[in-house]
């Protein structure tokens, strides 16, 4: 080989390289089921499962749900829109005992996927949440 190919060899390869990532291909294929309209709003000792958990659902599309009073959760809801991103994990000790409420909303608001989570370490929002809801702890026996 000649000098001049054996400079040029690093810059073929990568020519060769990056011809061969793509680029032209064909864009990805639609997702095969739309997400679901909706909040599924679940509240419990421990949100994960346990048979102290009650789920609601809300729909402020319509407004509809499961809940006491869906138009009003929804009017509660569009004012309070932080109730919708779960808190930035923060760098302080949570002191609260597991035995308290918390809230996981998962689904689609306005257009958007929601995956939020709220425990024992963020009482005021969980305590919002049951207001917006009209949730209120079943007391067994009651």
């Known amino acids: 080989m000649t000098e001049a190919v054996i400079r040029l060899l690093p810059f073929l390869a990568a020519a060769v390289l990056l011809a061969s990532c793509g680029g032209g291909g064909s864009p990805p294929p639609p997702p095969t089921e739309p997400p679901s309209a909706g909040l599924v709003v679940v509240f419990g000792a421990d949100i994960r499962g346990t048979p102290s958990t009650f789920a609601t659902e809300l729909d402020c599309a319509i407004p509809d749900g499961d809940g006491p009073d869906p138009a009003a959760s929804c009017r509660d809801l569009a004012g309070q829109p932080d109730l919708l991103v779960s808190p930035e994990p923060g760098g302080t000790l949570c ?25 024992r370490c963020q009482p005021a929002e969980v305590a919002r949440w049951m207001r917006v809801m009209r949730f209120e702890i079943p007391v067994p026996g009651v």
Not at 97 to 119: H, I, K, L, M, S
């Open 95 to 119: 002191d609260r005992p597991p035995t308290e409420w918390g809230v996981e909303v998962t689904g689609v608001y306005q257009g958007r996927r929601v995956d939020a989570r709220f425990d």
